[in-house]
């Protein structure tokens, strides 16, 4: 190659074909301008038919059930304590040595059952004693009424001896009973439940000797909150499952006036029979009590809805397909399910796709097999 060889530039312009590309372009240009516009300027017909299928995609389908209200007990559930019928402390009543143990700790026991007896040498010794004064006035008196008849004697005399009787009449009295108070007695029928003394052992007036409970029948203790405390009705039943596994039937007796200041709760007790002891005092129970009757639906827990206000309700469908929300109370809970207020007699109850849908809302119902 030679460096003075000069480069020559190729060109097309007499090429009949060189100018076509740039009418393509514009023609292509033209037409995609004219098919945006024709969005804005030829709208098409079919916009009705996007409007009614937004309409349709916003029923949601839901799982309705068909219910209809009953009537049902509605029941007040506590739980409560057995408690004896009787409780006593038996309480020495007179000092002294033990010398003697009748029964055994545990034994059934009867009103007026001698439990242990105290030493009674000195009681025994002091009621003689009273017994010589007061035959000695009884004599003292005799004589002062013959020699008053007799009118050796005033009548002064006569009521100075009637008043030394009467006071050793007293004397003789007081001996007696702390005599008889040498014995420990059980005050009522029931079961010895502690023995805490021994032969020899020296006891003091007042010192606990022994303590009788009666279990027959047993006292069974609950709190009844303040909304239930007219409903309950002394004389009316419970039923009583015992944690032992025994399951009886009780009466109320006694339902408190006053509240417990601190839990605002009222003491109720109710009796349940319990002839044979079987069961023992102490122990947990459930007490479940008809309180009136309502007309309820029952239900699943699981289909319970909170609204936006925090209140628990149900979801139902109304005749035109939308959601309605009705807050519920719980009458009464079963093992399988519970009865609600709170819903119109007759409702569609949404069982699936209450977690989608709100108050409101077109739904699409479909029932749920049975």
Known sequence: ?????????????????????????????????????????????????????????????VQVLPS????????FVAKGQALPHRDSQVRAETSGNVVELLLDNGA????????????????????????????RAQRELDNARTLRERGTATNDRVIQAE??????????????????????IAPFDGRLEELPIEVGEFISAGEPAARVVDISPLTVTIQVPQQLRNRLMVGAEAQVAFLTGEATTGTIQFV??????????????????????AIPAGVSAEVIIATGEVTA????????????????????????????????TIATAGTDGIWVTGLPDQARIITVGQGFVTEGDLVAPQDTAQ
């Not at 408190?256 to 002891?277: K, M, Q, S, W, Y």
């Not at 699943?300 to 035109?320: C, Y």
């Open 163 to 184: 008043v030394d009787l009467a006071a050793a009449e007293n004397t003789l009295t007081q001996a007696r009973e702390a005599l008889d108070d040498t014995a420990v």
């Open 108 to 135: 059934t026991v009867t009103k007026g059952a001698v439990i242990a007896r105290i030493d009674d040498t000195q009681y025994q010794k002091a009621v003689a004693a009273a017994q010589e004064e007061f035959d």
């Open 68 to 75: 209809e209200a009953a009537p049902v007990t509605r029941r």
């Open 256 to 277: 408190a006036a006053a509240a417990d200041p601190h839990t605002r709760t009222f003491l109720t007790e109710i009796e349940v029979a319990n002839i044979d002891g």
């Open 297 to 328: 639906h029952f239900i699943s827990p699981a289909i319970l809805s909170l609204d936006s206000q925090g209140r628990l309700g149900v979801k139902t469908v109304t005749e035109d397909d939308h959601v309605a929300f009705h807050e519920i």
């Open 1 to 61: 190659m030679r460096d003075d060889k000069q480069t020559q530039r190729l060109e097309f312009t007499s090429d009949p074909g060189a100018g076509r590309s740039k009418y393509v372009a514009a023609a292509l240009l033209g037409l995609v301008v004219l098919w945006m516009g024709s969005g804005i300027f030829f709208p098409s017909a079919p916009e009705e038919d996007a409007e009614g299928g937004s309409e349709a995609a916003a029923a949601v389908a």
